[in-house]
């Protein structure tokens, strides 16, 4: 099994390389699972991530990607080494 190769299924996932936050079907990731094969911990982790947008958008409203992702090297993740973005200032 290669694990970078999960959710980069062409026919299943469009355009399956691109960061797209508002993606269609984002719960049936293989992250989390999905069916009968779901993770205990996913709502946590959805509840978790909702909680820091939540918070974070509060104090800076315009989060805004100004470049590629850096991706890093590795057989068993895909990962981000970076992911240059501009914070707009609160006024």
């Given amino acids: 099994m290669w694990c970078v190769s999960g959710n980069r299924d062409e026919t299943a996932i469009d355009n399956p390389d691109a960061v797209i936050i508002d993606r269609e079907r984002p719960r049936q990731h ?49 990962e981000y080494s970076a992911l240059p973005a501009r914070i707009a200032k609160r006024f």
Wanted: hydrophobic share 50%.
């Fill in 30 to 78: 293989l992250a989390f699972g999905f069916g009968i094969h779901r993770c205990v911990g996913n709502r946590l982790a959805e509840m978790q991530l909702r909680v820091v947008w939540e918070e974070i958008l509060k104090r800076f409203p315009v989060v805004e990607v100004v470049g590629e992702p850096v991706r890093a090297k590795s057989c068993l993740v895909r």
